[in-house]
């Protein structure tokens, strides 16, 4: 009785990507991929998903060891806000970050004013919205690693006179590596098809702001065969962090 609705679930999800591939214009992409738009627009994708999960990595995996090694009060309520962009609709997000980064914004002003800093509709701003939406898939990852890690590693080095940074740069990180591996390529994979946030905080602007799903989006109103072929390249990124990250979701306990 499971089989027929589980057939009916596997095409609904297989079909749509099938279709992609088959109305491919395979003739012509080589000469589509090397269109100085689509380099561009992938340049410009990969810049700022790097960027952005360099921020994640560097705030996330701190957030994620206090969240999972320190108790405070009010922790549960820290952990529901930093997984809030996981559920938020990326519109949302950015317009928050607008609210708070924009020029007029609660921080956004004070930037410009001090620092002549202005985020909004810039390469940075991208690299924000990214990694606004991203660094949750990190914290999670990094999350679990940290509860899963034997602590007992850390205990025998802490008793031996190591100090807690030690500890944790010779001890507790290299325990949780894979972690924070397969979190670093699950936000870099987010962020590089990130949409939403993207264009409401950073606009779409040539060579500034339009990434791919940008670029997607712009060109299957115009040409829906560079649409097709710029779909494709995100399509293959997926694949390959899926492929990545494969034997970890498939042999974990």
């Known amino acids: 009785m499971l089989v027929l609705p589980a057939v009916a679930g596997l095409a609904f999800l297989v079909l749509p990507l099938a279709g992609l591939l088959i109305r491919a214009p395979w003739s012509t992409l080589p000469q589509r991929l090397a269109e100085p738009q689509v380099l561009e627009a992938l340049r410009l994708s990969l810049v700022c998903a790097t960027a952005a999960t360099v921020v994640c990595v560097l705030c996330g995996v701190p957030l994620a060891w ?3 090694r320190v108790e405070f009060p ?3 309520v820290v952990r529901a806000l930093v997984t809030v962009p996981l559920v938020l609709p990326p519109v949302v997000g950015g317009v928050a970050l607008l609210l708070v980064l924009g020029r007029r914004g609660l921080v956004g002003q004070w930037l410009e004013s001090a620092f ?4 909004p509709f810039t390469t940075l701003g991208v ?5 606004f939406v991203a660094m949750p898939f990190l914290v999670i990852s990094v999350e679990g690693a940290l509860r899963a890690a034997d602590r007992r590693f850390e205990e025998a080095a802490a008793t031996l006179g ?7 740069r010779r001890v507790t990180l290299p325990l949780i590596m894979p972690g924070v591996v397969a979190g670093a390529v699950l936000c870099w994979a987010r962020a590089l098809g990130e949409f939403g946030a993207t264009i409401t905080f950073a606009g779409n602007f040539p060579g500034t702001t339009r990434t791919m799903p940008l670029a997607v989006y ?3 109103e115009t040409d829906p065969d ?5 779909s494709l390249v995100l399509l293959a990124v ?5 492929a990545s990250l494969r034997d970890r979701w498939v042999n974990s306990p």
């Open 116 to 119: 002549g800093i202005t985020l």
């Open 226 to 230: 560079a649409a097709i072929v710029l």
């Open 127 to 131: 690299i924000v919205a990214e990694a």
């Open 218 to 220: 712009l060109a299957l």
């Open 66 to 68: 206090l969240l999972a």
């Open 162 to 168: 190591a100090s807690r940074w030690t500890v944790f």
């Open 74 to 76: 009010g922790r549960r």
């Open 238 to 242: 997926s694949v390959v962090v899926l």
